[in-house]
């Protein structure tokens, strides 16, 4: 059923609005993939805050224009399926590099993070980024680190001073 002017209108406005909040882009091409399988990427993609959409391409191009992923409409070519990041630059390369190792006929052909086009080839970097809690945990980590030294320095000073005179005092019970 062909859509209404109204209709691509609304699609072209959503997808535009998404892609202005997203932090990373991900296309994939789809021919093959049963509704069942799409249905479960689907699921997945929302359990992981991605937005995921099946768009023409002439109302993609028009989505993107004015976006990070405007890099993307020269290479909007056959079905694809669009997927943008909302929480963390990693999520939709994740779902998309699960989804297409559980199934053959799914291809990942665009990437896109920060304005940049990246190759298919690039999805285990942009899949391996840490989520958001990840990263936080990471760097309090890093912060943590001179403070926890300083404490273990600061509390050798009397472990070797208590450690010495234990072996004075047995040195002096054994002499006598």
Do not use: H, W
């Not at 926890?148 to 002499?175: C, G, H, W, Y």
Request: one cysteine or more; hydrophobic letters at 45%.
């Amino acid at each position: 059923m062909a859509l209404t002017l109204e209709e691509k209108k609304a699609v072209v406005a959503e997808v535009s609005e998404v892609a202005k909040r997203a932090f990373s882009a991900v296309a994939a091409e789809y021919i093959g993939v049963t509704v069942e399988e799409m249905t479960d990427l689907r699921v997945k993609a929302r359990q992981d805050n991605v937005y995921l959409r099946v768009v023409k391409n002439t109302l993609a191009r028009r989505a993107l224009e004015n976006t990070d992923f405007e890099c993307m409409t020269g290479r909007l070519t056959g079905p694809l399926i669009l997927a943008f990041s909302q929480e963390d630059p990693g999520a939709a390369a994740r779902v998309a590099k699960d989804f297409a190792k559980e199934n053959d006929r799914f291809e990942v052909t665009m990437l896109s993070v920060g304005g940049e086009l990246l190759e298919p080839s690039d999805i285990d970097k942009l899949a391996k980024l840490p989520t958001r809690d990840q990263a936080i945990s990471m760097l309090m980590a890093v912060m943590l680190a001179p403070t926890e030294k300083f404490v273990r320095t600061l509390n050798a000073v009397p472990t070797k001073l208590v450690r010495t005179v234990a072996a004075i005092s047995d040195q002096k019970q054994q002499a006598a």
